[in-house]
């Protein structure tokens, strides 16, 4: 798991950064300012959980149930949350931002998982 949390951490840092420069250059001036805010705050929490990805892989060596358990939440939350942020704003369909919360709660159990690894160790 080590290595497979490390490997999603640092694809996930570099979609992260991607998508800021994406949002950031191309994005300026084709969305609405709270459209634009939106995919900013998807790529600010990809990239947090980019490193708490690679905190996860490190933390697998150590207590590997629960630190699995966290990296493949922070991994679904990624997609769940960061990814319907950057398909809402790109389309502007207010409905997929029912999806965000589900990722969300999967970031919560990513980090609750992640201090049980800490309890444990």
């Known amino acids: 798991m080590e290595r497979t949390f490390l490997l999603l951490g640092a694809v996930s840092g570099f979609l992260s950064v991607a998508a800021g420069a994406f949002g950031a250059h191309a994005l300026k001036a084709r969305l609405p300012a709270d459209l634009l805010a939106v995919f900013e705050t998807g790529a600010r ?12 892989a490190w933390a697998s060596a150590r207590a590997p149930g ?24 790109l389309t502007g369909v207010r409905a997929l931002g029912a999806v965000t919360p589900v990722g ?10 992640l201090a049980v690894a800490a309890l444990r160790r």
Not at 45 to 56: E, I, T
């Open 45 to 56: 929490y990809q990239m947090f959980h980019a490193l708490a990805l690679v905190a996860a």
């Open 66 to 89: 629960p630190a699995a358990w966290a990296g493949w939440l922070f991994a679904a939350g990624t997609v769940l949350f960061s990814g319907s942020l950057y398909a809402l704003a």
């Open 104 to 113: 969300g709660l999967a970031f919560l159990g990513g980090w609750a998982a």
